[in-house]
């Protein structure tokens, strides 16, 4: 390894000691660093002090509506980033689950609106790179130009962000077909590709802006071996194979867009009603879904009223609810309502797809409902494919 | 000029007693609330009793008599907003276990002298019998949610109480579903949430404490829990607890007979 200060490469290489480094070098510049952590028999993500915190030897097993975080074997020495991706992501500290938009107490006959603190810098340690995708799709909802999310965008722009890219694809995972994987391109301050095979193997890094090339300049770093960056190659095109469905891999059919604007009468939407619980686990942990609602409270004397913004989701009664009530009754309009935003009209909307192919909404799934089989059944009545 | 306080009433019928607890646990906010209402009738709480007619009368305890027939019917006369408070209250509690059996059978099984018992075959929530104005689950119900409630009613707004399932809690949380990361069965996807939490917060399955959510699936779930290997009787009695009574959980336990 060469001192910090010395001249940089386009493609680096960090230690785990360097990885170390990096998180306590992001703690003190303020960040508070997110990672992968094991918690309640799954990786999750939290906060994390140190590569001793990262779920060194832990991967994982998922299908439809089925998670096992599962042991390596190699313990410690084992890959910190073999498992595919955590329980949830990021949006819960993008976009969280609860946050108070305003507090007003009452003055007399009026009213003093307390503004909210400024937001926590949060530092990612292991975005994947359909989480990045994913972030670009939020930052396209919440932050476009037209309409600006305050909170959102102050979060946002905040964050520092390490990706990791994949060497190993989850059977639910089906981000080559989506075009948003398994490595990340964009996005990113500093990108890591963990080295395969060796006991505690260290990093190849690529740097994505002037912060993470400044993150890198001040942590113990040296440049890659040819033969590093291509076993990171190396692993990423494993992670590419895997999901080959000629291989056994899971794939968005072609054309989902298409095939979803052109059923939206048809026989699966009551077949998947009979089997979805409506339980909305799916919007939960999907990253692109953005939908909330808004609750008004008081206290008991109306002194102090708040106005809060919570996850919504498409698969509940309320969410359709208007005068009279609820548009979106059944649970096969739910479903179907679900489905095409993602994969059809989100484009004519964000001009992106709504999906990312990260596959957690078929892990998650309590029974194991499948958005890329449900696609591909309704491409396969239309005797396409 | 200060306006007179909603005068509030506390009601008790076939129950524990927990839900009306719960109010008592209100502790420190339980003095706010006494200071926005005029505490008027409330047993468990005071000896101290003023006439109706009432503003808002909290009702605990399902229908299990005919003696409390005719006292709901009193109390709703009396009482301009009527609430239903706890499994018992909304779904007949876990006393309408009997409703799947002979009352007479568990009387002659328990009293001695079977004849003094005045019962009716069936525990009933209270909507059975006189218009309800809202229906606050659970078993107890959640403090918070009655706070929110009794808040909303002062403050003239709607009370924001979910009626989505467990799921949408545990994900807030950001806790890790036991069902899928460990193939516990589990009643939340088909369960209302309010409980804040509490079971899925310790590595628990739902227990189903707060009833049905809207339009819950129970056949879809209870496929699952035959799919991994729950036999016939567990899954009757998995929707056969607190809120056995509950329509969807009734029928869904009846075709696991
Ligand atoms: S729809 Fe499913 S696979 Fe697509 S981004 Fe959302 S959670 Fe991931
Ligand atoms: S698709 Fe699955 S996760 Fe989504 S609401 Fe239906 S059952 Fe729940």
Redesign the interface.
């Known amino acids: 390894m060469v001192e910090p200060d010395k001249q940089d490469h386009p493609i680096m290489a960090i230690d785990r000691d360097g990885l170390n480094a990096l998180i306590q070098r992001l703690a003190a510049e303020g960040y508070q660093v997110i990672g992968p952590r094991v918690e309640d028999a799954a990786v999750v993500l939290g906060p994390v002090a140190g590569v001793a915190d990262l779920p060194a030897g832990w991967t994982d097993e998922q299908s439809g509506g089925h998670y096992r975080l599962v042991a390596d074997g190699k313990g410690e020495a084992g890959a910190l980033f073999g498992y595919t991706l955590a329980a949830q992501g990021w949006k819960r500290y993008l976009h969280p689950p609860r946050t108070r938009l305003w507090q007003a107490h009452r003055e007399g006959r009026s009213w003093r609106v307390e503004a909210e603190a400024a937001p926590q810098r949060y530092a990612f340690l292991g975005v994947r790179a359909c989480e990045l995708s994913a972030i670009g799709v939020l930052d396209r909802v919440f932050d476009n130009g037209q309409f600006t999310d305050p909170g959102y965008a102050a979060r946002r722009s905040g964050t520092f962000i390490v990706a990791v890219n994949c060497g190993r694809a989850a059977a639910t995972c089906f981000c080559a077909s989506m075009d948003t994987g398994p490595k990340a391109h964009a996005g990113f301050d500093l990108a890591l590709t963990e080295l395969p095979g060796e006991d505690r193997a260290g990093f190849v890094v690529e740097v994505g802006s002037p912060a993470g090339a400044a993150m890198l300049q001040a942590i113990p770093h040296g440049p890659a071996a040819a033969a590093d960056i291509d076993a990171a190659e190396r692993a990423v095109a494993t992670a590419t194979a895997q999901m080959q469905r000629a291989a056994g891999g899971r794939e968005m059919v072609a054309d989902a867009a298409g095939v979803l604007s052109r059923n939206a009468e048809h026989p699966l939407w009551e077949a998947v009603a009979a089997r979805c619980l409506g339980c909305g686990n799916c919007t939960a942990v999907c990253p692109t879904c953005f939908c909330t609602s808004v609750e008004d409270t008081t206290d008991l004397s109306g002194e102090v009223a708040e106005r809060w913004r919570r996850w919504d989701s498409c698969f509940t009664l309320d969410f359709s609810y208007i005068h009279g009530g609820s548009v979106r009754r059944g649970t096969a309009s739910r479903y179907r309502q679900w489905i095409t935003h993602k994969l059809s009209y989100w484009h004519e909307q964000f001009g992106t797809s709504g999906c990312v192919g990260c596959g957690r909404c078929i892990t998650w799934c309590p029974v194991g409902i499948d958005i890329t089989e449900e696609a591909r059944a309704l491409a396969e009545s239309e005797g396409r494919t | 000029m200060t306006a007179r306080k909603p005068k509030l009433a506390v009601w008790k019928f076939s129950s524990c007693d927990g839900c009306q607890l719960s109010l008592l646990d209100c502790e420190d906010?339980l003095l706010?609330?006494a200071?926005?209402v005029e505490i008027a009738y409330f047993l468990e709480a005071t000896r101290a009793q003023v006439k109706g007619p009432y503003d808002v009368s909290l009702v605990e305890g399902s229908v299990t008599t005919p003696e409390d027939i005719r006292r709901i019917r009193k109390i709703r006369k009396q009482s301009k907003v009527l609430i239903t408070i706890g499994a018992c209250a909304t779904a007949g509690g876990i006393q309408a276990l009997r409703n799947f059996n002979r009352v007479y059978d568990f009387i002659t099984a328990v009293y001695a002298e079977p004849d003094y018992i005045e019962t009716l075959a069936t525990s009933t929530p209270i909507q059975d019998h006189v218009p309800v104005d809202f229906e606050l689950r659970g078993c107890p119900i959640n403090k918070y949610q009655l706070?929110?409630v009794?808040?909303?009613l002062?403050?003239g707004?709607r009370p924001?109480v979910?009626?989505?399932?467990q799921?949408?809690e545990c994900?807030?949380?950001?806790?890790?579903?036991v069902?899928?990361?460990?193939?516990t069965p589990?009643l939340?996807?088909?369960t209302q949430a309010g409980c804040g939490n509490l079971c899925p917060s310790v590595?628990r399955a739902c227990y189903g404490c707060f009833g049905p959510?809207?339009?819950?699936?129970t056949s879809?779930?209870a496929?699952?829990f035959s799919a991994n290997g729950l036999g016939q009787p567990h899954v009757r009695d998995f929707f056969r607890s607190f809120n056995a009574g509950a329509e969807p959980f009734r029928r869904e336990s009846e075709a696991h007979e």
Do not use: F, I, Y
């Open positions: 906010e706010a609330v200071d926005a706070l929110e009794v808040n909303a002062l403050n707004r924001v979910p009626a989505h399932s799921c949408v994900k807030a949380h950001g806790t890790v579903c069902m899928v990361s460990q193939g589990c939340g996807p088909v590595n959510k809207e339009m819950p699936n879809s779930l496929g699952w």
